[in-house]
């Protein structure tokens, strides 16, 4: 098992950005592809990256692309995801998750660990 806990969230103004991290402990992280979601009040859970295990394969969602960046770093077991120029409908709780080695998906039901969540609140 792996135990995912997030940080770096905030309330920020449109245009800035932030930097999420999601550090892992147990069962070495290389172990697991994994992904950034998020959820705002109201609204269904939301794909917004992900990166194989070995943070050689990333993929995104149409709405960030070319702003958010997902990064991991293996020794440090730790994920990354750089926000830039934020917008307000970038306001959602963020969640890092685990998920198989071998896939590298957008699905959350294919995600088998969860970190509680950051929360970002960009205003205009």
């Known amino acids: 098992q792996v135990q995912l806990v997030e940080s770096g969230g905030g309330l920020v103004q449109a245009g800035d950005s932030l930097r999420l991290s999601c550090a892992a402990s147990g069962r070495p992280f290389s172990s697991y592809s994994a992904g950034w979601f998020r959820q705002a009040p109201g609204r269904e859970r939301e794909f917004v990256a992900a990166?194989?295990?070995?943070?050689?394969?990333?993929t995104y969602a149409d709405s960030v692309k070319g702003r958010f960046t997902i990064s991991r770093d293996n020794a440090k077991n730790t994920m990354y995801l750089q926000m830039n120029s934020l917008k307000p409908e970038d306001t959602a709780e963020y969640s890092c998750?685990?998920?198989?080695?071998?896939?590298?998906?957008?699905?959350?039901?294919?995600?088998?660990?969860w970190g509680q969540g950051t929360q970002v609140t960009v205003s205009s």
């Open positions: 990166a194989s295990w070995s943070g050689g394969i990333t």
């Open positions: 998750a685990a998920g198989p080695s071998w896939k590298t998906s957008t699905h959350p039901n294919e995600y088998d660990y």
